[in-house]
């Protein structure tokens, strides 16, 4: 395991699956990785960060297809990503029982490489406004991080990192079938951007858009 790693399963946990497919054509089991995503949120972080991640630490490119019409992009992965995964403990099918794998966790480093890969794939980052009294005018200058998954017990790993790391989120709550965690104090907001350096440029590039103070984003974290 290394930093690298730790983001594409953060990436996985956030966007990804595993499938077995029973192939009549070529009579075997077809073993496929894969990630989805947002064409517009997305394309450049497979492109840039994970498929280099993919090619240097298996020696594989994958297959990255943008779907248009369905406003969305595809990177398929053979068997040597889907054996790494699944030794790792990630679920086939459907993502039931998803956590984080203790080798990840034992280390702060590849746990904050981890929650960077989750974030850059299922988190989000948005203004939420305030207002003072009845009449007055809503201000959209607060900032919120947050992350939803259906793992209520992937959201407990992140919050326990942050912990170790300073950073104060609020409690776990639930909404509909998701579980959903936020930081929303202004200043944690700035120390998750300084710690985990999200390395998807388009929430990069809302925070620097949407702070009440201008801020700057130095070289991505080195992986």
Do not use: W
Not at 47 to 72: D, T, W
Not at 123 to 135: E, L, N, W
Request: aromatic share 12%.
């Amino acid at each position: 395991m290394n930093t690298c790693l730790a983001e594409f399963v953060g990436a996985m946990i956030g966007d990804g699956c595993l499938s077995m497919v029973n192939s009549r054509s070529e009579k075997r089991i077809r073993k496929t990785a894969l990630l989805t995503g947002h064409l517009f949120h997305d394309y450049e972080y497979y492109e840039k960060v994970i498929r280099p991640i993919v090619k240097r630490e298996f020696g594989v490119e994958g297959y990255l297809k943008k779907r248009v019409k369905r406003n969305c992009v595809y990177f398929v992965m053979g068997n040597p990503i889907f054996d790494f995964l699944q030794k790792a403990g990630f679920p086939v099918g459907k993502k039931l029982q998803l956590r984080i794998p203790e080798v990840i966790l034992q280390n702060l480093e590849f746990s904050k490489a981890c929650i960077r890969g989750i974030f850059n794939t299922d988190g989000s980052i948005y203004s939420r406004y305030s207002k003072q009294y009845a009449q007055h005018t809503r201000l959209y200058d607060y900032l919120v991080i947050q992350f939803k998954l259906n793992s209520k017990e992937v959201l407990e790993q992140i919050r326990s990192t942050f912990e170790q790391v300073g950073i104060s989120a609020n409690q776990i709550i639930s909404e509909r079938n998701s579980y959903v965690l936020r930081i929303t104090r202004q200043k944690d907001i700035d120390k998750f951007i300084e710690v985990i350096r999200p390395s998807n440029m388009y929430h990069v590039e809302r925070y620097i858009n949407r702070c009440r103070e201008p801020k700057s984003y130095g070289p991505l974290a080195q992986r």
